[in-house]
Each structure stands twice: as C-alpha cells, then as structure tokens.
C-alpha cells in the first residue's frame, strides 16, 4: 500500500518560515521523482517545485530564492523548506510521486499565511 504523508503545514506570519515533510512508504522511494504541489481556492493545482531520482532540482518562479526542496532517500522523505512567505502563498499542499507510469499524491497539508 502506497502512502505519502504530508506534515508541517500551520498558520504563518509573512515573512515566516515553514518545512513540510512528507514520508513515503510503499514503494522504491530513491528511484521515485518527488513533487510539490499546491493548490489555493478557487485555482488549480500548479508545480511548485520538484526533484528527480538523481538529486535535480526544479522550482517555479513564484518560490524561487525562497522555497527548496530537497530529499533523504534513507528516510524516504522529501522536504519543502519555505522562507519569505508570502499570503499568496496560502495553499493546501501536496506530495507527488512520481516515477514511469506510477503517480501518487499524498492528501495534502494546509499552509495560510497572514499579513
């Protein structure tokens, strides 16, 4: 059974810090890319950053210089450090696993940010 577990999420000032985990379990996690998503009322969801099997990185332009992601494959965790927060950046959010033809999202963990 795959499961992926977001936590970390909360209620933030602007300019706060927040660091979501989310631990997979079910499946050969080091050969998996790993996502975050997130997806705020009324919108769709949209990247936000990702990182493949081999430790690339990629993030949207809206987080750049702010928000990184990153992986332990011992733990089987990936990471989403966010700095600067910003109220645009209220969202629930998501972990995507994603490796060929298997897609799998965890069910997301709620970040508001006050101004």
């Known amino acids: 059974q795959v499961q992926l577990v977001e936590s970390g999420g909360g209620l933030v000032q602007a300019g706060g810090s927040l660091r979501l985990s989310c631990a997979a379990s079910?499946?050969?996690?080091?050969?998996?890319?790993m996502g975050w998503y997130r997806q705020a009322p009324g919108k769709q969801r949209e990247l936000v950053a990702t990182i493949t099997s081999a430790g690339a990185t990629n993030h949207a332009d809206s987080v750049k210089g702010r928000f990184t992601i990153s992986r332990d494959n011992a733990k089987n965790t990936v990471y989403l450090q966010m700095n600067g927060l910003k109220p645009e950046d209220t969202a629930v959010y998501y972990c995507?696993?994603?490796?060929?033809?298997?897609?799998?999202w965890g069910q997301g963990t709620q970040v508001t940010v006050s101004s």
């Open positions: 995507n696993a994603l490796f060929a033809a298997s897609n799998y």
């Open positions: 079910g499946i050969a996690f080091r050969f998996f890319s």
